[in-house]
């Protein structure tokens, strides 16, 4: 358990120690931000909603959690840091926990800096904040699963770049699954839809916490971070 | 306290390390010696827990690095071949880290960095962030951390690679200040280093052990004969036919101003010696046994080995 800690309070360190995170959190609250503002004037600033904000936070979300993530173990590799980790006395599955709460605490923090949107609505309207707070564990939700995917991602390179792309590529392919499951006939088309990443976002949108969602957020985190422990042990049996 | 069993290592199809077996006693300081890519680096890392053996066992004070890993990994300091740095920390706060996951608490840890930057004097470079070190002080930095837990056993995989004359000097007082009280593994393909630092050699080449012993014995045993070096003031040409001439000398050379004379190890030539030197009337300045250089029985060892095979 202080591993975890140790090993996450690193991640965090090296993430705010970097100019990367400080790009990567402008880039994000600049296009949030301008997502959400355009939204509100489109509908003449009747909808007091942070509709926009999310319907494009989403997908960044995914983005971001491939660039955030892709050097968590890609770069330990490539640095030779790996081999230092793997031989001190740590569980493989406390590092990989480790690096994962290190880049959830990251994504958090960005997620907070985006509170002033629902704040500046309820200085100027009134908006309801149910929703509100169901949206933002909807992307907190969606955020860990994002990143495990990454993490895992990682785990397979010693190249950021592949790390981020693979990432990407799990990502997307999770998020359209939806899609093809409209296409899909009967009870395949339900079983594509339920595993999509899309598919649970728009209940936490509209102030509802289903279960089922919860559940499937909290799976696919578990599944990649299962996967990223695996990978990581195979590394010993090269 | 360290034991090594019938260890072997497969890449894929490739056999990097074949059912090789020794033990290094508490206390010791033990040379690995083998020319690149003979196997020293991949049983470094199978004893120190980063790899998994094909086959075989090792153990560190007991505890089987299979089964109870992660037992073993916390008596064990160990220094990869490429130090592994985090080139955006500090020497502080990555001596932190690695003390910190070595179990340390903050206390204890504060004492320790402080220790490890003085026996690695690296007081000057505390604050400096590692990527803007040189190389010979990276190499320190991966010492002191191999060392902040205070461990029973050192794995230093090529701990004098790449730096510069003088900081091989001092890194090499250093781990045999070090082994004074700590049990040593470290590797090498620099022949000198080993008789500077070590008491006992185990030589590997392609994956395989071909000898291993305590430096005096080995030299010994190498040699299958003795040698002895003479300096005589007379022609040397003459001194070289008539030491051949002695009847249990099998080979004179002349390497001015000695002459070098081997024979059979059961055999003592130089009462004859001495004798046929007086009885030429040349005077004989000095004799001395020579022992081979280990630099001549690592060429000679991984030779036969390849001849053998």
């Given at each position: 358990m202080k591993n975890i800690g140790i090993i996450s309070r690193k991640e965090l360190k090296s993430y705010l120690s970097s100019p990367m995170a400080y790009i990567v959190t402008a880039i994000f609250l600049m296009l949030t931000g301008t997502f959400f503002a355009t939204y509100l004037a489109g509908t003449n600033y009747s909808d007091t909603s942070i509709r926009g904000f999310l319907d494009a936070g989403q997908i960044l979300i995914l983005l971001f959690a491939a660039v955030l993530t892709m050097r968590l173990i890609a770069e330990e590799r490539k640095l030779g840091t790996w081999e230092l980790l793997l031989t001190v006395p740590v569980r493989d599955t406390e590092i990989i926990l480790g690096k994962f709460l290190g880049s959830l605490a990251m994504l958090t923090g960005m997620l907070l800096l985006t509170l002033y949107y629902p704040i500046l609505l309820m200085v100027f309207g009134d908006p309801d904040l149910g929703p509100v707070f169901t949206s933002y564990l909807g992307l907190f939700l969606l955020g860990c699963a994002s990143l495990a995917i990454g993490l895992f991602a990682s785990s397979l390179t010693s190249n950021q770049i592949v790390a981020a792309v693979v990432a990407g590529g799990i990502l997307f392919a999770l998020w359209f699954l939806g899609i093809a499951g409209n296409f899909a006939p009967g009870a395949l088309g339900e079983v594509l839809t339920y595993l999509?990443?899309?598919?649970?976002?728009p209940d936490f949108v509209r102030g509802i916490v289903d279960t089922k969602a919860v559940v499937y957020y909290l799976s696919v985190t578990a599944l990649f971070l299962y996967m990223a422990i695996r990978s990581t042990e195979t590394d010993r049996w090269r | 306290m360290i034991r090594i069993q019938n260890l072997t290592k497969y890449y894929g199809k490739r056999?990097?390390?074949?059912d090789i077996s020794f033990n290094v006693e508490k206390g010791e300081i033990v040379a690995f010696l083998g020319p690149n890519a003979a196997g020293k680096t991949t049983t470094m890392r199978m004893i120190t827990g980063y790899l998994m053996p094909t086959g075989g066992d090792v153990w560190i004070a007991g505890h089987n690095m299979a089964s109870h890993s992660l037992e073993g990994r916390r008596l064990i300091g160990y220094m990869p071949?490429?130090?592994?740095?985090?080139?955006?920390?500090t020497t502080r706060s990555y001596l932190d880290f690695v003390a910190r996951l070595r179990g340390l608490d903050k206390k204890r840890t504060k004492i320790r960095i402080d220790e490890v930057v003085e026996i690695c004097h690296l007081e000057d470079y505390i604050d400096v962030i590692l990527g803007k070190l040189s190389k010979g002080f990276r190499q320190r930095v991966g010492l002191a951390q191999a060392i902040i837990h205070d461990p029973g056993v050192l794995i230093l995989d090529e701990?004098?690679?790449?730096?510069d004359p003088i900081q091989v000097a001092q890194t090499r007082g250093l781990i045999k200040e070090l082994g004074k009280d700590r049990t040593i593994l470290l590797s090498t393909h620099i022949l000198p280093e080993v008789s500077m630092i070590c008491e006992r050699v185990i030589i590997i080449h392609e994956g395989r052990i071909v000898a291993g012993d305590r430096i005096e014995n080995l030299t010994t045993i190498l040699k299958g004969g003795n040698r002895i070096r003479l300096k005589v003031q007379g022609p040397a040409e003459k001194v070289t036919t008539r030491l051949a001439r002695?009847?249990?000398?099998q080979a004179v050379a002349y390497e001015k101003p000695f002459h070098l004379v081997e024979f059979p190890a059961d055999q003592e030539p130089q009462a004859e010696i001495t004798q046929a030197m007086v009885q030429s009337s040349w005077t004989l300045l000095s004799m001395e046994p020579v022992k081979m250089s280990l630099e001549e029985i690592f060429l000679q060892l991984t030779a036969e080995e390849e001849t053998g095979s």
């Open positions: 999509s990443l899309s598919r649970h976002f | 056999l990097a390390v074949d071949e490429i130090v592994p740095l985090y080139t955006d920390m701990p004098t690679i790449g730096i002695i009847d249990c000398i």
